[in-house]
């Protein structure tokens, strides 16, 4: 038996491994597909001689760097469990993925050992090793001291390869189990969907504690035997730079519009380019225009999530429409339902997206309830985003299940009311969110980014009174610089729900 997920990584191997860059990052350090052998390798027996075992899980909080792309690859090989963690986690936070995952080794940022030790000891690890940005760390250092050959562990299709942890915007993260088939069905699906050759480059600059960074961008990599250029972070001056090195770039909605304000966004720069892909979390269709008006390119949004990987996208081919996540993607079943009854609704109404197919996640580890209450008994999984099908069969997201506001009895979709207010001169954007009110149960509620000569209160009620019912309508608008958001771009309404909880009473 082979190890289901890196015998994807093999047999797309270039014929010859040391002539083809994998990884380039900045500071010119150029990683082959060779190296990503030897590097695995090594990690691979690091992990073991540290005590790791087939099934145990590794939890790395660490920057971003080639080396976390090895430790990653490395765990798959010993047959483990690899969970990251978002560098921005506390301490505290930290302590409740280690208890609640009891990894056999923990990996962290040298200058967090400190502090993190006694947390990964207090959950029972069997050790805590460093690696930093730059590579350097105990981890590192116990691979430098082993050989690169290593057997891969055999795993098979429904064997764990990840854990990730929901970002938690609606109540408290939990641990997503991913299979080995989850992974590499859903690699091989996006190679062909977006056509990853292995000349593509890509411009690579978002988290790898995430399923977009993570799983969506490097494992179409590896799978197709492409290369990618490495960023720490979104740095849109130096993505420009780039450009006419690459063939592709995934994003969040950030990315597109920092580069748009970037006055070196030009047809010419992006000449070289064939694909940008834009997910996480929604693209404005302002954006969109906006991008193809300076590039000439039509960016693609797709649509996923940490349970599902990839579960649709719009065509590589055929037309790119803004606003909707397009069709499924081949292996995908795709249903919208009514949330009460799991019936059907009819094209164009609104409800339950449902998605089931080898991309889908096999539970939430050590929830079996949980898990249970977000499956049907026919196995889709109920991924709490609203959405509809159009008659030409794309997708809309309308927002989150939980956002969704119910005032007087009627139900209101953000997005509806967001629509209008970006569009008002003067917007730069929104989120309508639902406090408590004694009346309506929730008064709709819009807290506006505004640029400095953008319209007041006032002046959005009048705006929207005709154009949206009377009950869309918000009870109140707020204004703030920024609205507040995750590290994959998501505006978090829990927060804005929390801020403003009280305006309504008394
Ligand atoms: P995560 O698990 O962090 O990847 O978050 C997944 C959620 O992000 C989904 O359930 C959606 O609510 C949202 N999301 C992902 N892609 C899109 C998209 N293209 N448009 C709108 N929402 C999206």
């Not at 080995?180 to 990853?196: E, G, K, P």
């Not at 709490?384 to 069969?393: E, H, N, P, S, T």
């Amino acid at each position: 038996m082979t190890n289901h997920f890196f015998a994807l990584v093999r047999e797309t191997l270039p014929a010859d491994p040391s002539a083809r860059i994998l990884i380039e990052t900045p500071d010119g350090r150029r990683c082959t597909y060779a190296d990503m052998l030897a590097r695995t390798g090594a990690y691979a027996n690091a992990l073991t001689a540290a005590g790791v075992k087939p099934g145990d899980r590794v939890a790395a909080q660490v920057e971003k760097s080639a080396e976390i792309v090895f430790l990653y690859l490395a765990a798959l090989r010993a047959g483990a469990v690899f969970l990251p963690l978002n560098t921005a986690y506390t301490a505290g936070e930290v302590a409740y993925f280690l208890d609640d995952a009891e990894p056999a080794l923990f990996v962290c940022d040298p200058a967090k050992r400190e502090a993190l030790a006694p947390v990964a000891e207090k959950a029972g690890t069997c050790g805590v090793l460093t690696l930093d940005a730059a590579g350097h760390g105990t981890m590192a250092e116990a691979a430098d001291a082993h050989g690169t050959d290593f057997a891969d562990v055999a795993r098979t299709p429904d064997d764990l390869a990840a854990i990730l942890y929901t970002s938690g915007t609606t109540g408290r993260s939990k641990g997503a189990m991913l299979s080995h088939d989850n992974l590499a069905s859903n690699a091989r699906t996006l190679v062909d969907a977006w056509r990853f050759t292995p000349d593509d480059v890509l411009i690579h600059a978002l988290p790898v504690f995430h399923t977009h960074g993570l799983f969506v961008a490097v494992n179409t990599v590896l799978a197709s035997g492409a290369s990618m250029l490495f960023l720490p972070k979104l740095d849109a001056g130096l993505i420009l730079r780039l450009m006419p090195r690459a063939s592709a770039m995934m994003g969040v909605p950030t990315f597109y519009t920092r580069l748009l304000k970037e006055a070196g966004l030009t047809e010419a720069a992006t000449a070289r380019m064939r694909l940008f892909t834009s997910g996480s979390a929604p693209l404005l269709p302002e954006t969109h225009a906006a991008w193809r008006a300076r590039t000439g390119h039509a960016i693609l949004e797709r649509y996923g999530m940490t349970e599902t990987n990839m579960s649709t996208s719009n065509p590589y081919a055929g037309e790119r429409v803004a606003g909707t996540v397009g069709f499924p993607l081949p292996d995908v079943a795709l249903r919208v339902v009514d949330p009460d009854t799991g019936a059907a609704v009819a094209p164009e109404a609104v409800g339950m997206i449902e998605v089931k197919g080898p991309n889908v996640f096999k539970g939430y580890w050590r929830l079996p309830e949980k898990t249970a209450a977000e499956f049907r008994p026919d196995g889709f999984f109920v991924t709490g985003d609203l959405g509809k099908v159009d008659a030409r069969g794309y997708l809309h997201i309308v927002g989150r299940g939980k956002d969704l506001i119910i005032t007087g009895g009627f139900n209101v979709y953000p997005k509806e009311v967001e629509a209008e207010i970006d569009a008002m001169p003067g917007v730069v954007e929104s989120a309508v969110i639902g406090l408590p009110h004694a009346d309506f149960g929730e008064g709709v509620t819009a807290v506006v980014v505004g640029s400095d000569d953008g319209p007041d209160e006032a002046g959005v009620l009048a705006y929207l009174a005709g154009r949206l019912a009377r009950f869309k309508c918000p009870k109140r608008v707020l204004f703030a610089d920024d609205l507040p958001r995750n590290a994959m771009g998501k505006v978090q309404k829990n927060v804005l729900r929390e801020t403003h909880a009280a305006l309504y009473r008394g």
